[in-house]
């Protein structure tokens, strides 16, 4: 059974770089898609980006120009960078496999295995 | 980027009643549609993919239906460990939720 575990700081200060890193285990990172998506307190989901365990990633546009995405394979880890936070930015902070492709005449694109999450809050 | 939007915001029923979800896109999404439940402090679980496949371990009184724009998330018999929020989940460009569909207990 695949477990995914994101761990960092749980306070980080306005215009400062928030830094997480999703541990996965029961099974390799290679040969799939990892994504981390946040929710702020009492709202929905955001997802954030994604990562291929050969580094190639995608980044939501609203967020792109201040998100990297990296992955550590050889510690089976991949890691979120976000710069210049603000309040806006306090969420829980998901990691989570993605899956893709097409079956049977139809197209899938979902999120199998879920972290349990991190609270990330943004104050000085 | 594609918007979707839930209805009902909230529902209240009662143990066995039969609840029905609507998810609407902005846009064509074919079958690109995935239905999550997420209960209070938990991260959301998986119920549903391209739109009507259901997920290993998932009761099967959970069903989705839909292509194109309009989507449906259907419980037929409402259990006590289904009260949560249920989100739809849209792939076109890039991944985006569904405000979210509190059904909760009458």
């Known amino acids: 059974q695949v477990q995914l575990q994101e761990s960092g700081p749980g306070l980080v200060k306005p215009s400062e770089t928030l830094s997480l890193t999703c541990t996965v285990s029961?099974?390799?990172?290679?040969?799939?898609?990892w994504s981390w998506i946040r929710q702020p307190p009492g709202k929905g989901l955001e997802w954030i980006g994604y990562?291929?365990?050969?580094?190639?990633?995608n980044y939501n546009p609203s967020l792109k120009s201040r998100v990297t995405i990296s992955v550590d394979t050889s510690k089976n880890q991949f890691s979120l960078k976000l710069s210049s936070v603000t309040a806006a930015d306090t969420a829980v902070y998901y990691c989570?496999?993605?899956?893709?492709?097409?079956?049977?005449?139809?197209?899938?694109?979902?999120?199998?295995?879920w972290g349990q999450g991190t609270l990330v809050t943004v104050s000085s | 980027a594609i918007r979707m939007t839930q209805s009902p915001s909230s529902l209240s029923a009662s143990t066995g009643d039969r609840v029905t979800i609507t998810c609407r896109a902005s846009?064509?999404?074919?079958?690109?549609l995935a239905w999550y439940q997420q209960k209070p402090g938990k991260a959301p679980k998986l119920l549903i993919y391209?739109?009507?496949t259901l997920q290993s371990g998932v009761p099967s009184r959970f069903s989705g239906s839909g292509s194109g724009t309009d989507f449906t998330l259907t419980i037929s018999c409402l259990q006590s460990e289904d009260f949560a929020t249920y989100y739809c989940?849209?792939?076109?460009?890039?991944?985006?939720f569904g405000q979210g569909t509190k059904v909760e207990i009458k």
């Open positions: 029961g099974g390799s990172i290679s040969s799939y898609y």
């Open positions: 391209a739109a009507s």
């Open positions: 989570a496999r993605k899956r893709s492709g097409y079956y049977d005449s139809s197209g899938y694109y979902y999120f199998d295995y």
């Open positions: 846009q064509g999404i074919s079958s690109y």
């Open positions: 989940q849209q792939y076109y460009s890039y991944p985006t």
């Open positions: 990562i291929y365990y050969s580094g190639s990633t």
